[in-house]
T-cell receptor, first 113, second 114 residues
Framework: AQSVSQHNHHVILSEAASLELGCNYS??????LFWYVQYPGQHLQLLLK??????LVKGIKGFEAEFIKSKFSFNLRKPSVQWSDTAEYFC???????????FGDGTTLTVKP | DAGITQSPRHKVTETGTPVTLRCHQT?????MYWYRQDPGHGLRLIHY???????DKGEVSDGYSVSRSKTEDFLLTLESATSSQTSVYFC?????????????FGNGTRLTVT
């Protein structure tokens, strides 16, 4: 069974600091990778996605993620965070054979103004 | 935002009672999912549907059943609610099994079992 591991449960940063959230998955087959964001009191929204091609993908609001196949990783980055980035971030792996997504436990990001 | 409506938004119920949560979509998407979200556990798949009357179990399906009699509606039933089923429940839809179809989520139902 596939699994997704997010290393950081809670990250606290000051505005303008750089962000990197780790995500590793365990599945040897073809996967499609996603990062979702959940702002306080809201539902999950897609941040960015990777299917193939350039392993560095750019998403909304200045976020980007790099797929490193050899490390089974898909880390999320942002050069300079803002207070409005305070949210919970979920990494997800979509198994094309099973037709299901597996989510990591989530990382709560708190950005101090 | 995708047209997904979950009802009710909040519910408090007693242990042992049956509860049904509804997910309604206006996108005509084939795939529908029920997840539960709990602190420290992220989102866990309960059941999903890949078409009318076609459903399958997820990783935490015990104590839950689902039905999909129409494309637009996906019902989740807790047959006899327990306190361990206190959670936030999210419905999600996706267009197809194609790799380029992310999940679109509803606003969630907060269920408390006392």
């Amino acid at each position: 069974a596939q699994s997704v591991s997010q290393h950081n449960h809670h990250v606290i940063l000051s505005e303008a600091a750089s962000l990197e959230l780790g995500c590793n998955y365990s599945y040897g087959g073809t996967v499609n990778l996603f990062w979702y964001v959940q702002y306080p009191g809201q539902h999950l929204q897609l941040l960015l996605k990777y299917f193939s091609g350039d392993p560095l993908v750019k998403g909304i609001k200045g976020f980007e993620a790099e797929f490193i196949k050899s490390k089974f990783s898909f880390n999320l980055r942002k050069p300079s965070v803002q207070w409005s980035d305070t949210a919970e971030y979920f990494c997800a792996v979509y198994n094309t054979n099973a037709g299901k997504s597996t989510f990591g436990d989530g990382t709560t990001l708190t950005v101090k103004p | 935002d995708a047209g997904i409506t979950q009802s009710p938004r909040h519910k408090v119920t007693e242990t042992g009672t049956p509860v049904t949560l509804r997910c309604h979509q206006t996108e005509n998407h084939r795939y529908m999912y029920w997840y539960r979200q709990d602190p420290g556990h992220g989102l866990r798949l309960i059941h999903y549907s890949y078409g009318v009357k076609d459903t399958d179990k997820g990783e935490v399906s015990d104590g839950y059943s689902v039905s999909r009699s129409k494309t637009e509606d996906f019902l989740l039933t807790l047959e006899s609610a327990t306190s361990s089923q206190t959670s936030v429940y999210f419905c999600a839809i996706s267009d197809s099994r194609a790799y380029n179809s992310p999940l679109h989520f509803g606003n969630g139902t907060r269920l408390t079992v006392t």
